[in-house]
Structure formats: C-alpha cells, structure tokens
C-alpha cells in the first residue's frame, strides 16, 4: 500500500521545521580570498572567508574558515566568529581611552569622541565598530590595506581597552531600616538610670592635675 494512502500519516513541511528563532547576533562577510596550498600532487584550491559577528550591544567577534566552497567556508567562520565573541567596555557609546596598535603590518589608532561625533573609520575597521555598538570613535589606519591583518588589528585594539567587561544589571540598592536589622546590637536594649556617688563628684569637680 501506498504511503499516500495512509490518513493517519501526514507529510512533514520541511520548511516549517527549518524556520529558526531570529538571533540576536548580526553578521557581515569582510573578505572571501581564493587561496592555494602546494601539495604532493599538485596545488589545493580552496576559499577562505573573514566574518564578524555582533549584537551591536557590546558583543563582537572574529573569525575565519576555509572550505571547498564559499558557503561552507562562510558557515565555518561564522561559527568560529560565535566561539570567539568578546565583551566591549564603552563609556555611554564611545571607547574609554585612546589606544595604539600594532599588529603585523598594521598600525591603528582609536580615540574616544563626543556625542553625535559617528563612526569616523573605514574598512574592516568600520564593520567592527559598527557591529561591537560603538557609535562614536575616531579611528585612523596606518600600513596595509590587507583585511584579514586590519580586522585581526581592530580585534587586537578592543581587546586592550581598559575597563568592566561583565554582563551586569542595573541594581537599584533598597535602603534598610535600622530596625530591620536581625539581631542588632542596639536594639531594643533597656534604658537604665545610673546616679553618680558623692565620692564620683568629687573626683570629677578636682579636674585633672599638673
């Protein structure tokens, strides 16, 4: 018989199973290079792509993948962009301080600015910020114009900056009562009344001597 012929049976819509929550995370394809490696038997072309992913909330990531094919090296290194995610320490929507770097033949400079200032970059340099959630720096690229070695650069220089780089909540701290202390040492304790002796007033009226 037939599968068709079952009614109890019911075709899966594929489709409807692959639809995915949307995520949090945006991604942008920098570079996909053809590249070669020398072999026994002769020369191994592959693909080799640069992503970054991001929440534009602070959360940035690198990474690269090689594949036989563009899709699956762009699969590859999203995945390894996820695994390498790092948390940005900003001050409202800027950097905190200056940085200077140096990475292979790259140099960079970023510089906190002021508000409504923008993304004053190009290049990889301005995917990653864009992507990280800075929305006001002035950056400056110096050396090469290779992608790979600017991303790896830019990576390298929110790395360094100096700040607090943990996931906190804002916490509003409740006052609490004096009161509401269990087992305070004041509270509640008797009022008792202590009468001075005559022999105490006479020490106290003689005053300290010499």
């Not at 009161?179 to 009022?191: D, V």
């Amino acid at each position: 018989m037939a599968k068709t012929s079952r009614p109890d049976r019911k075709r899966r819509d594929s489709r409807r199973d692959s639809r995915r929550e949307p995520s949090e995370f945006e991604d942008a394809t920098l570079s996909i290079d053809r590249v070669t490696r020398v072999v026994k038997g002769g020369r191994r072309l592959r693909f080799r792509a640069v992503v970054v992913v991001g929440n534009k909330k602070g959360k940035v990531g690198l990474g690269t993948g090689k594949a036989g094919e563009v899709q699956a090296a762009v699969q590859k290194a999203q995945r390894a962009a996820k695994r390498a995610l790092m948390i940005i320490p900003m001050v409202g929507d800027t950097i905190p301080h200056e940085v200077n770097i140096k990475h292979k033949a790259a140099r960079l400079r970023l510089m906190p600015a002021s508000k409504g200032t923008g993304i004053i970059a190009g290049g990889p340099l301005r995917v990653i910020l864009d992507l990280a959630g800075v929305k006001d720096v002035l950056a400056k690229r110096f050396g090469t114009g290779n992608k790979l070695v600017n991303a790896q650069a830019a990576m390298k220089a929110l790395q360094s900056l100096r700040g607090d780089r943990s996931e906190k909540a804002a916490v509003v701290p409740v006052p609490v009562a004096k009161s509401e202390i269990a087992g305070h040492p004041e509270e509640n304790l008797p009022i008792k009344q202590v009468k001075a002796s005559a022999e105490d007033l006479k020490n106290l009226n003689a005053g300290p001597r010499g």
